[in-house]
């Protein structure tokens, strides 16, 4: 079963299944495919994190992220925050997705990209969400002269819903990424050409940079919640304050199919705590002075002092102020589940929707914007993101991969999607569809589709509400998560009716 935030790029993922490939082989076709056919959320200038169960047990990260180059400079004091070509990092995506299956994989590289060759080849039809934001950032891709010549009509209009779009630059670039592997990318004359475009625009980043990047192992954190291990990326994601707000969770009995009122001023209440813990200040990403360590946020004691905090704080007036940062940063995730018992959940970005906005005009892909490089430039730090891939096991088993897009709404919507599942016993899609809250201190957002009583519950607590309608504009979270039923050995799947995603299984498998 495969899950992603396009039909093509689902599609490709159980094209590699039906080839003989395991769940590692399609979660990378996926990712290549969304590289096509979602361009305003990932590229192969983007980043990753990635979560792998293995049928035999083991469990392995994979960090892809983006890194600032080796010669980025300070900004200076009053200077405006950097952007375009001097926010495009070193790109992780093409080394972790050889790494994956390369090590793990069944396929080789070149099979395994074939579809999303085939797509930018061939074109697709775009979705009506990515259109949306495909024209509503078409001025900026305008102005610059790679974004406008790869992503905009020649007449400079946007590519609208149902219109077929190709991409020949993006498919040469595939073509020898499958012949030559990660060193057609990182080093030669594709490398020569990202760092004649990067000098002649101000960019920092170097032909050095670029073949000394390689991806690393991640590191992985694992909770227990109620009878599963759940599984997901630390360090540079945020599986840590998952981690706590399972913790947290796993202290409160949760019973009945739908939240009632004070179940999500619970919830509620137990996102903001996780986020106030982070050590970075929210829609920063800036560390605090006095940051608590990630391994404390994560443990299961620290977890049970927060939940007895939170319980004597339940039906009480809230009286820690919070903003709440801004809602349209994105990225995508897909899951993979195959029928051995492989799992994958892998997120990736390139920021902002079509990062940078900037691409070298005979490459055709966007690079990535670091908000490191941003603000914050530390040369060769790797960024960090809210990325949380999750896989859940039962009994050693995957059962549930899961992700989301939309930064620090990230682990909130993740937590609730586990908890309709896990506690209230919901069908995948449902958990899904199912309304949100996501909070910061004395402010939250709330899905419009709560009954009444919700909101009337937070305002009598003194809580700021925000109703949020299910789009791509005001989202709690874009969720991908697919799902395995051991007792009826069925797989399940669903994609965020938020956007334009889809689930599919080959049809060899039995699944729904």
């Avoid at 375009?84 to 992780?92: D, H, K, R």
């Avoid at 498919?171 to 990660?182: D, V």
């Avoid at 032909?207 to 599963?228: F, M, N, Q, S």
Wanted: glycine fraction near 10%.
């Amino acid at each position: 079963m495969v899950a992603a935030s396009t039909p093509h790029a689902a599609a490709a993922g159980v094209k590699i299944l039906e080839q003989g490939g395991n769940a590692v082989d399609a979660a990378a076709a996926v990712c290549f495919a969304l590289m096509v056919t979602d361009p305003p959320m990932t590229s192969l200038g983007g980043r990753s994190q990635t979560v792998i169960a293995l049928k035999d047990g083991r469990l392995i990260g994979i960090d892809g992220a983006t890194e600032a180059p080796a010669g980025v400079t300070p900004l200076e004091q009053g200077a405006k925050p950097r952007a375009g070509y001097q926010v495009a990092p070193i790109p992780g995506n093409p080394a972790a997705l050889a790494l994956a299956v390369g090590r793990h994989g069944r396929l080789p590289l070149a099979k395994v990209l074939e579809p999303a060759i085939a797509l930018a080849e061939e074109g697709f039809a775009v979705t009506p969400r990515i259109a949306e934001i495909w024209q509503s950032e078409r001025a900026k891709l305008a102005a610059n002269p790679g974004a406008a010549l790869n992503y905009l009509k020649p007449d400079g209009s946007a590519y609208q819903a149902g219109e077929k779009f190709r991409h020949p630059r993006l498919a040469k670039l595939l073509r020898n990424l499958a012949s030559a592997g990660p060193a057609s990318f990182y080093q030669g004359e594709t490398a020569k050409s990202i760092a004649g475009d990067m000098a002649a625009h101000q960019g920092f980043l170097t032909a050095a940079d670029l073949a000394g990047y390689k991806a690393e192992e991640g590191t992985l954190v694992r909770v227990r919640y109620r009878d599963y291990d759940v599984i997901s990326m630390g360090r540079h994601g945020w599986g840590n304050t998952l981690g706590q707000m399972l913790n947290i969770l796993a202290q409160f009995s949760l019973p009945g199919a739908a939240a009632t009122p004070e179940q999500v001023e619970l919830i509620g209440r137990t996102v903001r705590q996780a986020l106030e813990d982070r050590p970075q200040h929210i829609g920063t990403l800036r560390p605090k002075a006095e940051g608590l360590p990630l391994e404390l946020i994560s443990s299961l004691e620290f977890g049970r002092e927060r939940a007895a905090l939170i319980r004597s704080q339940l039906g009480k007036p809230v009286t820690a102020a919070g903003a709440l940062p801004r809602a349209d940063h994105d990225t995508t995730h897909l899951s993979v589940m195959d029928a051995e018992g492989n799992a994958v959940a892998m997120t990736t970005s390139i920021g902002p929707r079509f990062g940078s906005l900037a691409a070298t005009p005979e490459l055709g892909f966007i690079y990535a914007h670091s908000y490191n490089m941003r603000s914050a430039p530390t040369p060769g730090a790797r960024d960090l993101t809210e990325m949380t891939p999750t896989i859940m096991l039962r009994n050693g088993r995957p059962v549930l991969a899961v992700g989301a897009a939309g930064s620090e709404r990230i682990p909130g919507a993740i937590l609730q999607v586990i908890s309709y599942v896990v506690d209230r016993g919901n069908t995948l899609e449902r958990a899904v569809s199912a309304p949100r809250i996501f909070s910061v201190g004395n402010k939250a957002r709330i899905s419009e589709n709560f009954p009444p009583e919700v909101a009337a519950r937070l305002k009598g607590l003194g809580f700021e509400i925000e109703l949020r309608d299910p789009s791509i504009h005001q989202h709690l979270g874009i969720v991908q998560a697919v799902q395995y039923n051991p007792s009826a050995r069925e797989f399940f799947g669903t994609a965020d009716p938020v956007y334009d995603g889809a689930a599919a299984g080959p049809a060899r498998i039995a699944s729904r």
